[in-house]
T-cell receptor, first 117, second 113 residues
Framework: AQTVTQSQPEMSVQEAETVTLSCTYDTSENNYYLFWYKQPPSRQMILVIRQEAYKQQNATENRFSVNFQKAAKSFSLKISDSQLGDTAMYFCAFMTHYGGATNKLIFGTGTLLAVQP | KAGVTQTPRYLIKTRGQQVTLSCSPISGHRSVSWYQQTPGQGLQFLFE???????NKGNFPGRFSGRQFSNSRSEMNVSTLELGDSALYLCASSSQTGEVTQYFGPGTRLTVL
């Protein structure tokens, strides 16, 4: 069975600084997707970034980038120039791909990020 | 495009009752997945529907059921409610045309008294 582990329950960062959130996963599959979602106090789940396992290049979206290490089964999220609006719970998620997406996301337990002014 | 919508947003029920939650996916999306979020268990996959067929099911009792209509709208039903069913229920849709990302609705907060 696939599992996703986020070992940092809470983190804090100063505004404008950089922070990295950790995520490891366990799977025997070769084809899969990895995601980072954020859930602000409104509870709306918002996609931050996505990575396909077959792509070696790390995904980037503006201030958000990932460090994908397939052999180590590690998928960390780096947030640059942190903003107050980045304060949220961040979830790492995994989805297998059996010739088509399974549409079953497996989530980690989340990291609560607080951006301090 | 309008996002995923869920109704109602808040619901209070008592033990033993049943409840139906509704989810309208993004226009053109044919896959709808449901998740339960609780402080104790985190985010757990309930089931996924595609073209009115359940394709995938999580590890939940048979009291949890769902269906999908021809317009891709989906409903989730929980019968014989228990206190432990109190949770945020999230619905997500995806297009299934090369795009695997799931887009989430705002959720329905269910409280069972």
């Amino acid at each position: 069975a696939q599992t996703v582990t986020q070992s940092q329950p809470e983190m804090s960062v100063q505004e404008a600084e950089t922070v990295t959130l950790s995520c490891t996963y366990d799977t025997s599959e070769n084809n899969y997707y990895l995601f980072w979602y954020k859930q602000p106090p409104s509870r709306q789940m918002i996609l931050v970034i996505r990575q396909e396992a077959y792509k070696q290049q790390n995904a980037t979206e503006n201030r958000f980038s990932v460090n994908f290490q397939k052999a180590a089964k590690s998928f960390s999220l780096k947030i640059s120039d942190s903003q107050l609006g980045d304060t949220a719970m961040y979830f790492c998620a995994f989805m297998t791909h059996y010739g088509g997406a399974t549409n079953k996301l497996i989530f980690g337990t989340g990291t609560l990020l607080a951006v301090q002014p | 495009k309008a996002g995923v919508t869920q109704t109602p947003r808040y619901l209070i029920k008592t033990r033993g009752q049943q409840v139906t939650l509704s989810c309208s996916p993004i226009s053109g999306h044919r896959s709808v997945s449901w998740y339960q979020q609780t402080p104790g268990q985190g985010l757990q996959f309930l089931f996924e529907y595609f073209s009115e067929t359940q394709r995938n099911k999580g590890n939940f009792p048979g009291r949890f059921s769902g269906r999908q209509f021809s317009n891709s709208r989906s409903e989730m039903n929980v019968s014989t409610l228990e206190l432990g069913d109190s949770a945020l229920y999230l619905c997500a849709s995806s297009s299934q045309t090369g795009e695997v990302t799931q887009y989430f609705g705002p959720g329905t907060r269910l409280t069972v008294l």
